[in-house]
């Protein structure tokens, strides 16, 4: 920001260049600045959730728990999916999936609803979404270590031994849903449906994500090539899924003629890996850019 | 131009050689929906019908403060006081012209903005902190500041929403005052609260002004702005009507609410007795500014 905006000429260029940079280079420094806000807010979020129950974070289990019972029941008796281990399978996708919608979810309404903060008071406006996407990730961690007892009697040592793996995989999997949680944070703020659409988009999502089945077993019963098994593989959750599940679960292939095949914990395949760097890089990018695109003008619009 | 460090260039450091403050034809535009389409139905059904008018809350304002400056902004309610504030504040940006503020800026537009009723009010000085730009230890070192201040010291582990609105305000205050910034925006907070937080607020913010800081406030109480400013800014209807000694501002500012409570042709409205310096390049705002008040038959 300078007042040097007539200024006119060759000196044009350079002047906007350096004003870009400056702006850039301010902006990082903010956000740096910003880190004990963002602190805060986490530090808010973990406390006003948990302040009058007993149980506090064992709660935050209790869904994943229910669903894997209620899903294990349904695809080991009544339609069987041919896998080993099937809570143990559905539980490591099911945790990452659920740190996504709800990373999402808090994300959603955390411009709109702190109208009061962001009319009066200047802050970098991306630590609310971020805030959400840390406390999520405090679950995400707690829920691991309370699972991987259950993991490691089902799946063998092995699960410890990948543990930087998995670690990666949620480091990938925290920055691409940041990127998104920004971009629904931003957008929400002008387009209020969306908080609307939420539960419908992250339903379809859901299912389109291999959390409840092993995408091995798509390619198996429709062939690599067929369309949906494609159409999955756009979805960069898939991708997430896979990188996460192969060291917490173990990889499940398509063995020629012997159907599905479930390995025990092992290093995410290269390929996959890649997919999900690029994908996390991607869309952090263009859901920051979008969030700063806005951020301007969410005092006015709120 | 001498050497600047990375702070001072990113403008979070002051740099004494620009002025604090610097604000160059800056116009700020509000969309006033009349049936304002938010959501995908009325997008779908309003799309050729979305009616709206822009309404200029500032138009080509144009000021420099230099450091160590005290600027009072008085004018009638909607004559963009508020806006010029939370743009200096950063909280809106200009849509044409540009800010520049050169140094730390805090904002008080509104105490106590940020507190969350289920957390005690120890939390809450951490969390208001952070949002003001404080780190913990600076928290930490002026901890035992705030709580006296504010007077909380037994409710310090109480949900502040269990607090009382006088409570609330003061422990706000309280906190805010302690950022010690460059530059100190303040917005009408001293309307709030008891006559000895008022005063007591007052003396804290001349602490400010004697302390050298850059100051700029916005109130309807001129006897406060005439007390603590030495210059003032007059807006009507989004434009700089005067900008001078806060003597005059004042002066000119009680004419103009007196002739706007007395119906009167428009002819006859435009403020006498004021210097014709200030007036001459701001005469076609001073007439249409009379357009609210009742018109004669």
Redesign the interface.
């Known amino acids: 920001m300078s007042a040097d905006a007539g200024a006119a000429g060759s000196a044009d260029g350079a002047v906007r260049a350096g004003r870009r940079t400056r702006a850039g280079l301010g902006k990082l420094l903010e956000l740096w600045r910003a880190r004990e806000l963002l602190d805060q807010l986490v530090r808010k979020e973990l406390k006003v959730r948990y302040k009058s129950s007993a149980l506090g974070f064992l709660w935050s289990m209790l869904t994943p728990a229910l669903m894997t019972v209620v899903f294990a029941i349904v695809f080991t008796q009544v339609v069987p999916i041919p896998i080993d281990d099937f809570a143990a399978f559905f539980i490591a996708g099911y945790l990452l999936w659920q740190f996504f919608q709800n990373s999402c979810q808090g994300a959603i309404h955390s411009i709109v609803g702190n109208g009061d903060l962001v009319k009066k008071v200047y802050f970098p406006r991306e630590v609310l979404p971020l805030s959400h996407v840390i406390s999520q990730l405090i679950h995400l961690l707690l829920a691991l270590v309370v699972i991987s007892p259950f993991l490691v009697w089902t799946r063998g040592v092995g699960v410890l031994l990948h543990l930087p793996a998995t670690l990666l995989a949620i480091a990938l999997l925290t920055v691409f849903t940041a990127g998104v949680a920004m971009w629904f944070a931003a957008t929400n703020v002008v387009f209020r449906d969306l908080q609307e659409l939420f539960i419908v988009i992250f339903q379809v999502w859901f299912y389109a994500t291999p959390v409840l089945y092993p995408l091995a077993l798509v390619r198996d019963q429709l062939g690599d090539d067929s369309l949906l098994a494609t159409a999955l593989q756009l979805n960069p959750m898939a991708w997430f899924v896979e990188v996460f599940r192969s060291p917490m679960y173990g990889s499940v292939v398509n063995a020629a003629g012997d159907g599905i095949v479930s390995g025990g914990p092992t290093v995410p395949s290269l390929p996959a890996l890649g997919i999900a760097l690029l994908s996390a890089v991607v869309v952090f990018i263009a859901g920051y850019a979008a969030f700063l695109r806005r951020s301007g003008s969410f005092a006015k619009e709120i | 131009m001498a050497r600047r460090s990375?702070?001072q260039?990113?403008?979070?450091e002051a740099d004494p050689t620009r002025p604090a403050i610097?604000v160059?034809?800056v116009t700020e535009t509000?969309r006033l929906h009349h049936e304002r389409a938010?959501?995908?139905?009325e997008r779908l059904t309003r799309l050729r019908r979305g009616s709206y008018t822009d309404f200029d809350a500032l138009s080509e304002v144009s000021f420099t403060v230099e450091h160590g400056e005290s600027v009072a902004v008085i004018g009638h309610n909607g004559s963009g006081k508020s806006t010029l504030l939370?743009l200096l504040?950063?909280?809106?940006?200009p849509d044409r012209?540009?800010?520049?503020?050169n140094g730390r800026?805090a904002?008080l537009?509104?105490l106590g903005?940020?507190f969350?009723g289920?957390?005690t009010g120890r939390?809450n000085i951490?969390?208001n902190g952070?949002?003001?730009?404080?780190?913990?230890e600076q928290i930490d070192e002026r901890f035992d500041e705030i709580v006296e201040t504010a007077g909380i010291r037994p409710l310090l582990d109480t949900a502040v929403r269990t607090y009382s609105s006088g409570l609330y305000v003061r422990l706000g205050f309280a906190i805010a005052v302690t950022v010690d910034p460059d530059i100190l925006l303040v917005d009408e907070v001293l309307a709030v609260g008891d006559a000895e937080f008022q005063s007591r607020s007052l003396e804290r913010m001349r602490g400010f002004v004697d302390a050298g800081k850059t100051f700029v406030l916005v109130s309807h109480d001129l006897d406060a702005v005439r007390e603590m400013c030495d210059r003032a800014l007059v807006l009507d209807r989004g434009r700089l009507a005067f900008d001078g000694p806060v003597a005059e501002a004042v002066e000119l500012y009680r004419q103009r609410v007196a002739s706007a409570a007395a119906p009167r042709t428009p002819d006859a409205t435009r403020p006498v007795g004021c210097a014709s310096r200030t007036w001459s390049s701001s005469a076609p705002t001073a007439s249409r500014s009379w357009r609210s008040a009742p018109r004669a038959p």
Do not use: C, Q
């Open positions: 990375i702070e260039f990113t403008g979070l610097v160059d034809g509000f938010v959501g995908l139905k939370k504040a950063r909280i809106l940006p012209g540009t800010i520049e503020t800026v904002s537009l509104e903005a940020g969350h289920d957390l939390e951490y969390l952070a949002i003001l730009g404080l780190g913990r």
